[in-house]
């Protein structure tokens, strides 16, 4: 196992609602990148943390938004969702300054209804 | 053209053969290349780096050419238990963000 975990394992939120994602990092680890996937396809990088703040960001609107904490868990918030935000939500961490491994804990499946 | 391209197969291998896979990439910037294994509704696990050199992991083998922009992953010996989607991966440039394909889909037939 990684160490890395994420809350909640599953997720049903209605069309417009907004929800939070939960990651804590692999101990050791200063960074964490949020990533979504949907059904047969790669991991899509929506944004990633360091040092409490943004340092990166894929091509995602604003209403995916994060935040990484002193003790460098993360949280992924979306805002208004849609029908096509639904998607498994990966979290990895990793070092920043070490090698761009990155570790990646189990997911947070999200279904948009 | 795509950022990181893969086949994505399927590719239905026996039990016992040897497979490889390409991956190609865009950015001649790239530093760090990677090979993951995920398995059908789990997170993706690291598998292996990609070293200019090629590197060798017991029945796995991955190879970097840096001219073409492309790296390879050779599976010998193949088990059942390696039936999987196998990601390539990518860091964009000089930065700790990876770019990653869209995945070969690997089913090893008993």
Not at chain 1, 21 to 45: E, I
Not at chain 1, 50 to 55: G, K, L, P, Q, V
Not at chain 1, 96 to 104: A, I, L, N, R
Request: aromatic share 12%; net charge neutral; charged share 15%.
């Amino acid at each position: 196992e990684t160490g890395v975990t994420q809350s909640p394992t599953h997720l049903i939120k209605t069309r417009g609602q907004q929800v939070t994602l939960r990651c804590s990092s692999q101990s050791g680890h200063n960074t964490v990148s949020w990533y979504q996937q949907a059904l047969g396809q790669g991991p899509q990088f929506i944004f990633q943390y360091y040092r409490e703040e943004e340092n990166g960001r894929g091509n995602f609107p604003p209403r995916f938004s994060g935040l990484q904490f002193p003790n460098y868990s993360s949280e992924l918030n979306v805002n208004a969702l849609e029908l096509d935000d639904s998607a498994l939500y990966l979290c990895a961490s990793s070092v920043t300054g070490g090698s761009y491994e990155q570790y990646f804990g189990p997911g947070t499946r999200l279904t948009v209804t | 053209r795509k950022e990181v391209e893969q086949d994505p197969g399927p590719f239905n291998v026996p039990e016992g053969a040897t497979v490889a896979f390409n991956c190609t990439y865009s950015n001649s910037a790239s530093q760090s290349f990677f090979w993951y294994r995920q398995d059908c509704r789990k997170e993706p696990k690291l598998l292996m780096s990609v070293y200019s050199s090629g590197n060798e992991d017991g029945r796995f083998t991955a190879q970097l050419n840096r001219a073409s922009q492309y790296i390879s992953l050779l599976i010998r010996d193949s088990k059942l238990s390696d039936s999987a989607t196998y990601l390539c991966v990518v860091n964009w440039g000089s930065n700790y963000q990876l770019i990653w394909g869209a995945g070969t889909k690997l089913i090893i037939k008993p």
